[in-house]
């Protein structure tokens, strides 16, 4: 391409120029746009108030004045002509006597001490097998000492524990097996009661309670010459055999 020969006549030789203040220009006035706030007016109603200010004088109150006090009540009228009326029932007064006895009232019958009967009624006293002064006797075990008594009771009983012991069929079908503690009470008539077991199963329980209701009645323990209750405790062991 040719270059013309005046070049300052050139028109797109500052093209680049104008476009860029062109650009900014636009950009200006973008900014303004966005930037222009309008406020929204109200129309305001603006009325004239007239005050009728006549000649007349106004009262003034004193507020620091207390009240007047109020007017007194009405007198009650009593009227002249007062009638008196007599009562026609007459009441008769009910007089209540005191129940309380006094010193010199006399008293119907009199009661000796002589006449009072006192009842004795016999304590229970339990006293353990470990410390009682005559221990209960099993039967054919009446001769001999203190400690020969003992060791034929405890011989006894178990030798009875033997005699009498079977194993629930339940608990053989289930392999329930253990030891179970025995509790029970030798009364002061020589029978057993109070009989009470723990163990690892109900099924075992029962049937060392059964064994041991079965003891016979014995020559009950005594504590200084007097019949008392001793409770005595023995484990049963229930054991499975392969």
Same mark, same amino acid.
């Given at each position: 391409?040719?270059?013309?020969?005046?070049?300052?006549?050139?028109?797109?030789?500052?093209?680049?120029?104008?476009?860029?203040?062109?650009?900014?220009?636009?950009?200006?006035?973008?900014?303004?746009?966005?930037?222009?706030?309008?406020?929204?007016?109200?129309?305001?109603?603006v009325?004239?108030?007239?005050?009728d200010?006549?000649?007349?004088?106004?009262?003034?109150?004193?507020?620091?004045?207390?009240?007047?006090?109020?007017?007194? +009540?009405?007198?009650? =009228? %009593?009227?002249?002509?007062?009638?008196? *009326? !007599?009562? /026609?029932? &007459?009441?008769e007064?009910?007089?209540?006597?005191?129940?309380?006895?006094?010193?010199?009232? +006399?008293?119907?019958? =009199? %009661?000796t001490?002589?006449?009072?009967? *006192? !009842?004795? /009624?016999? &304590?229970?006293?339990?006293?353990?097998?470990?410390?009682?002064?005559?221990?209960?006797?099993?039967?054919?075990?009446?001769?001999?000492?203190?400690?020969?008594?003992?060791?034929?009771?405890?011989?006894?009983?178990?030798?009875?524990?033997?005699?009498?012991f079977?194993?629930?069929?339940?608990?053989?079908?289930?392999?329930?097996?253990?030891?179970?503690?025995?509790?029970?009470t030798?009364?002061?008539?020589?029978?057993?009661?109070?009989?009470?077991?723990?163990?690892?199963?109900?099924?075992?329980?029962?049937?060392?309670?059964?064994?041991?209701?079965?003891?016979?009645?014995?020559?009950?323990?005594?504590?200084?010459?007097?019949?008392?209750?001793?409770?005595?405790?023995?484990?049963?062991?229930?054991?499975?055999?392969?």
């Amino acid at each position: 391409m040719q270059v013309k020969k005046k070049p300052e006549v050139d028109v797109g030789r500052n093209s680049s120029l104008y476009f860029a203040i062109g650009l900014n220009l636009m950009l200006l006035s973008t900014y303004l746009l966005f930037e222009h706030k309008t406020y929204v007016k109200e129309d305001v109603i603006v009325e004239v108030l007239d005050i009728d200010y006549s000649d007349e004088d106004i009262d003034m109150v004193n507020l620091n004045v207390p009240p007047p006090p109020p007017p007194p +009540a009405p007198l009650a =009228v %009593v009227p002249e002509d007062i009638k008196i *009326v !007599e009562d /026609v029932v &007459e009441i008769e007064e009910s007089i209540i006597e005191s129940s309380e006895v006094g010193q010199n009232d +006399a008293i119907a019958e =009199v %009661v000796t001490v002589e006449e009072v009967e *006192v !009842e004795e /009624v016999e &304590e229970e006293i339990d006293v353990p097998f470990a410390v009682i002064e005559d221990i209960p006797v099993f039967p054919g075990c009446e001769g001999g000492t203190k400690a020969d008594k003992k060791a034929c009771f405890e011989a006894s009983i178990l030798n009875h524990v033997k005699k009498n012991f079977k194993y629930p069929d339940t608990a053989l079908e289930l392999g329930i097996y253990g030891r179970v503690h025995v509790l029970f009470t030798i009364d002061s008539k020589g029978y057993v009661s109070k009989v009470r077991s723990r163990g690892p199963d109900r099924i075992l329980e029962e049937e060392a309670e059964r064994i041991i209701s079965l003891l016979p009645k014995m020559i009950p323990g005594k504590q200084r010459g007097v019949p008392v209750n001793v409770p005595y405790s023995i484990p049963i062991s229930f054991v499975l055999k392969e």
